[in-house]
């Protein structure tokens, strides 16, 4: 967004993932260190020394955690809608690769200079619809469709979440990077990284959008395949059969919410239970700890959205816990929040609108009864559409948690999360 606003050449050169650890014989990354922290079983000694353990080793170096969380997510969406340099986003922090697509990142954006060659020129309602599909293959981090929508804004191109509904259901998930898989991002650039990726994609991406490179993206994407199918695997025999995230609606949610597929096991793709009603991330992280939620429960967090957090916060120290605690699957999280790009389990966020607007959220009560169906991409309040009318029409707007400063700005003028969250500037 800097460099659309700016109207200068640009290039993005990520870090690159970070290498990956072992512990007890198996890779170890950084969302089980959450889990665990999170689900505060320090009393077991063998738990606190596993904490201890992953805290001295998980993060070996520099780089993103090595796992499908937002920083790889984000790295392989700027490659893959055209604002980085072919086969560059998956390379380790410390291999000497990263060294040399430094060095050709810095020539090329000098020969952009020269060809005034700027972001605008670039990006398109293609390059952003590759960047849905990616999105939807790797099953990756929730926070892109923020990113893709506010980018689309900033450039004025008309894109919602009926795009990515409908590229969800046309694109499978092709890629077992944790958390969708067992697999790292490392494993993932020896597969052939996002060329790779883009090649077993070609039926579905737009070939003509263009990157940085001067090449197009069917250019970039010829004849590179998989070259390791328990890593990177095909479409004709993914891992799963629809897109790793998925828009939902229903009238919690009547402008959308979203929904990380990938990690929510069968048996809870359909939910039904009793709402446990709380403000904040931290009062519900605190019920959970406490041991007052209970299986079948859906912890409503509001409160958490752009304007209300203000900023969106992410629902880590929730979600972690119920999965540190063996709950992931079995309470359901629903939230006008965000989630980080670690989270598992059962979880719908974004729900838009907010509650600090007014948003049906606002007014669920504790105990209401609340399902979710994935499959049928609803999320309802069991009440007659006049009871929660009858409720919002009383409903008084709460005063703004953040009055002054950015998080100011944040609480007035923040868009919604359907339309990206980003500070409405057009105010």
């Known amino acids: 967004i800097g460099g659309i606003r700016s109207g200068l050449p640009s290039i993005f050169l990520s870090g690159g993932p970070q290498l990956v650890t072992s512990f007890e014989g198996r890779k170890a990354v950084m969302s089980e260190l959450d889990q665990l922290v999170f689900g505060s079983q320090y009393g077991e000694a063998d738990i606190s020394e596993k904490i201890r353990y992953l805290e001295d080793n998980v993060c070996p170096g520099p780089g993103a955690c090595s796992l499908m969380g937002t920083a790889n997510t984000m790295q392989i969406l700027a490659e893959g809608i055209g604002m980085s340099l072919p086969g560059s986003a998956t390379v380790p922090a410390v291999y000497a690769e990263k060294e040399r697509f430094a060095t050709r990142t810095g020539r090329r954006i000098v020969e952009m200079v020269k060809q005034d060659m700027t972001p605008e020129k670039i990006l398109s309602r293609e390059n952003l619809l590759n960047g849905i599909i990616l999105t939807m293959a790797i099953a990756g981090s929730t926070n892109a469709v923020l990113h893709l929508l506010s980018l689309a804004r900033e450039l004025d191109i008309d894109l919602s979440l009926d795009d990515f509904d409908r590229i969800s259901g046309e694109v499978p998930v092709i890629s077992r990077v944790i958390p969708t898989g067992k697999a790292t991002v490392i494993d993932l650039h020896h597969a052939g990284g996002v060329p790779a990726i883009m090649g077993e994609l070609r039926d579905h991406l737009h070939h003509e959008a263009l990157s940085v490179s001067g090449l197009t993206a069917g250019e970039i994407m010829e004849g590179k395949r998989s070259r390791d199918p328990s890593v990177l695997t095909t479409v004709e025999d993914p891992v799963l059969s629809s897109g790793g995230i ?116 606002a007014v669920v009560e504790e105990g209401d009864i609340i399902s979710v169906d994935i499959p049928g991409r609803r999320v309802d309040l069991e009440l007659p559409e006049e009871e929660i009318n009858r409720r919002l029409s009383r409903w008084i707007q709460p005063e703004c948690k953040s009055k002054r400063g950015i998080l100011g700005l944040c609480s007035r003028t923040a868009l919604q999360a359907h339309l990206g969250a980003m500070l409405d500037d057009r105010v």
């Not at 229903?250 to 096991?265: E, K, Q």
């Not at 793709?269 to 406490?290: C, I, N, Q, T, Y």
């Open 246 to 361: 998925a828009v939902i609606r229903g009238n919690l949610a009547p402008d959308g919410a979203i929904c990380r597929t990938s990690t929510i096991s069968d048996g809870a793709l359909r939910f039904r239970g009793p709402a446990r009603v709380f403000d904040s991330d931290e009062e519900a992280h605190a019920a959970v700890v406490s041991g007052s939620i209970r299986k079948g429960d859906v912890v409503v967090i509001r409160r958490e959205g752009p304007r209300g957090a203000p900023g969106m916060r992410e629902m880590m120290m929730t979600t972690d816990a119920l999965v540190g605690l063996g709950m992931g699957q079995d309470v359901f999280v629903v939230t006008d929040g965000r989630f980080s790009g670690f989270t598992e389990g059962a979880a719908v966020g974004h729900l838009s609108p907010e509650a600090d607007v007014g948003g049906p959220i």
